[in-house]
């Protein structure tokens, strides 16, 4: 069992930036943030591997950042020049085991 914990959504100007944490009752290899906004599927926005190779959504490229801490069972988003398209519920992600565990979701809400 694992259990993820996101924090730091929030409401935000158009341009402004927010920083979402997610912490997992253990370390995983790869953690990641998806996102979903009303009438869309959940889509991938950004992914981290234990060795710290990242990928990125094209919408998100130059703008958001993924992360991890020092303890490596900590994973970070830092939003930058957010745009109301980026509104949505963000969860974090991690496959442990053959199993794919979702946090319970935090949402972020970009203004114009």
């Known amino acids: 069992q694992v259990q993820l914990v996101e924090s730091g959504g929030g409401l935000v100007q158009a341009g402004g930036s927010l920083r979402l944490s997610c912490a997992a009752s253990?370390?995983?290899?790869?953690m990641g943030w998806y996102r979903q906004a009303p009438g869309n599927e959940r889509e991938l926005v950004a992914i981290?591997?234990?060795?710290?190779?990242?990928n990125y959504a094209d919408s998100v490229k130059g703008r958001f950042t993924i992360s991890r801490g020092n303890a490596k069972n900590t994973v970070y988003l830092q939003m930058n020049s957010l745009k109301p398209e980026d509104s949505a519920v963000y969860y974090c992600?991690?496959?442990?085991?053959?199993?794919?565990?979702w946090g319970q979701g935090t949402q972020v809400t970009v203004s114009s």
């Open positions: 992600n991690a496959d442990f085991g053959g199993t794919a565990y």
């Open positions: 981290i591997t234990s060795a710290g190779s990242t």
């Open positions: 253990r370390i995983l290899l790869t």
